[in-house]
């Protein structure tokens, strides 16, 4: 089943920990002081789908079984990590074993909480955690091509694995990331085997301060919009704060507190919607009186990868897939009702899910 791992990195006390300890309702240590976070927090966190509660009424399921995402908070980044220093090494291993970034950006002035480097600056804190990316990346490229070099003579393969990792090379000593270099399918093959710091996708959470609700912009929110957009990346602003408190309550709590502060929903709602697409994940849904579930695929996932979620054997036999809209299932009360509506579509191998599918699988 496809799980999507984000790490939650940033500088020392920019509210990781607080905005993991929202996420997960897990209260990972959060205090005033770098490195309170040395083993990575991991934590399974629900993604948010409103259809799965309509759909298991529809189909009177015993249970609902949302898609997940894993978010790890890693141990805080400071300059020359990726010489070693602070717990740089230990940092960087963790960060590679996960598939996107979500990198926790201190937008707020506080005197009360220390800043690392003596000042609030944004685009600072962003350029020296993507230097130290940066300068981990080309580290591991330079000691791979030397190993490359020796074996690549006589072997085509490896020539063209050799000839990426000059390129990468060349691009990250300029100090830009991998994810704006532009390779070939073959090279991109090539370089599979090594995980890149910094081809991996970046999602900026600007921590703003309570002052700053509902709207949650302000100047320094703006210079990482700037900054995210040159970059190609997205921005999410939260009052990590607030989403702390707003996770400690009940859900008969959680409405009119929301309400107070001006939000319609909690911003980790947005957070880990924004996190899904980013990495261009969707969800297909099943539903049946045992349970209602959303299944995680990455968009273009064909019916028959798609069954593979569910079970290796149901891949190995599929038949076709019947597929109803979420609309329509709602719009017909359930299967039964769109199947008399003409609304369920019979799909072969070559069917792309789409979002909300609703489906069922037959097999051999």
């Known amino acids: ?36 976070t040395i083993d990575p927090n991991v934590g399974l966190v629900e993604v948010p789908d409103e259809r799965l509660a309509i759909l298991s009424k529809l189909s009177s399921s015993k249970k609902i079984i949302p898609a997940v995402i894993e978010f790890v908070d890693i141990a805080g980044l400071v300059r020359g990590a990726s010489k070693g220093e602070g717990l740089g090494n230990k940092f960087l291993i963790n960060i590679r074993e996960t598939d996107a970034i979500c990198h926790v950006v201190r937008c707020f002035e506080n ?12 685009i600072s804190d962003i350029e020296t955690i993507e230097l130290e990316l940066t300068l981990a990346d080309l580290q591991m490229a330079e000691n791979a091509m030397g190993k490359v070099e020796r074996q690549a003579k006589n072997n085509k393969e490896l020539q063209v694995v050799f000839g990426a990792l000059k390129k990468a090379v060349n691009h990250l000593s300029q100090g830009l990331p991998m994810r704006t270099l532009a390779l070939g399918e073959e090279e991109l093959k090539g370089l599979k085997a090594y995980p890149f710091l910094t081809e991996k996708k970046v999602l900026y959470v600007c921590n703003v301060s309570e002052q700053d609700l509902p709207g949650m912009e302000n100047p320094l929110v703006k210079l990482v919009r700037e900054y995210a957009t040159r970059q190609g990346n997205a921005v999410i602003p939260i009052c990590a704060k607030v989403e702390e408190e ?3 309550l009940s859900e008969t709590e959680r409405g009119p507190f929301l309400e107070v502060v001006g939000l319609s929903e909690p911003g980790l709602h947005r957070l880990i919607r924004a996190a899904f697409e980013m990495l261009g994940l969707i969800s297909f849904l099943t539903t049946g009186e045992m349970e209602t579930r959303a299944w995680t695929i990455p968009r273009g996932t064909t019916a028959p990868e798609a069954a593979g979620q569910i079970h290796t054997d149901i891949q190995k036999g599929f038949i076709r897939a019947e597929v109803v809209s979420f609309k329509d299932m709602v719009a017909y009360q359930g299967r039964v009702g769109a199947k008399e509506a003409g609304c369920v579509q019979t799909k072969g191998k070559e069917y792309v899910v789409q979002d909300g599918d609703v489906i069922l699988f037959l097999h051999n």
Request: negative net charge.
């Open 111 to 122: 005197d009360d909480v220390i800043h690392v480097e003596g000042k609030v600056d944004p």
């Open 246 to 248: 707003i996770s400690q």
């Open 1 to 36: 089943m496809t799980k999507l791992a984000c790490g939650i990195v940033g500088l020392p006390n920019v509210g990781k920990s607080t905005l993991f300890n929202a996420l997960t309702a897990h209260q990972a240590e959060a205090k005033n002081y770098p490195f309170c």
